[in-house]
């Protein structure tokens, strides 16, 4: 059963799957500051959307950790990439915590001055990166709210969607999701 709560009138929920098949306006990718490619998610969104991705990662240079840049999208079902680069994990004392909470709050920022309506993550900076899940998913949700809170009144975002590739990680958000937003 996939998870959906709704939190001033906006509706979070979950996807188990591939990002690149996941219909949507504004696919983050999580990235890397030289907004190079990569692996991991970042390698199967520039396989999937072609090299028009590329092409303007390097017309814009580079994105701090934390921050969020946009390009289009190419061959993907969306209208654009919203790129974002998550900390690397060095054992949490090196502002890990916050600058992931940037990732996902610039990123719906981002969304949101594009007039975008539906979002969807995948989970930024557990993979190479090795934030650990369970901390990253209580994170990410609490930065889904201090979005909420400041922009439901104003935002065209109606829907947040987190993408996950394992079933445990599926799993684990979930559980995050479901104490982070109680049934309205
Ligand atoms: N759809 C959804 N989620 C995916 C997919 C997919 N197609 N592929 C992998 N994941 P990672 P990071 C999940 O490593 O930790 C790159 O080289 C994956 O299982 O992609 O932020 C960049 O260029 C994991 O749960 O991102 C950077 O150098 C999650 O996506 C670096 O890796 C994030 O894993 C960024 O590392």
Redesign the pocket.
Known sequence: MLGVRHYKGIAIDLFH????EFVCDGMVN???EAL?????????IHQAGGPIILEECRQIGSCATGSAVKTSAGNLPAKAVIHTV?PVWRGGQENEPKLLESCYYNSLKLGHELGFRHLAF??????????PVQQAAELTFQAMRSFIDEFSDKTTIKRITM????RD?HNCYQDQMFQEFSEE
């Open positions: 799957g591939d990002i690149t999580a990235a890397n190079a490619g990569g692996g991991g998610v970042d390698g199967a998550g995948p989970s930024i900076s557990t993979g190479i990166y090795s934030f993408v996950l590739f394992s990680d």
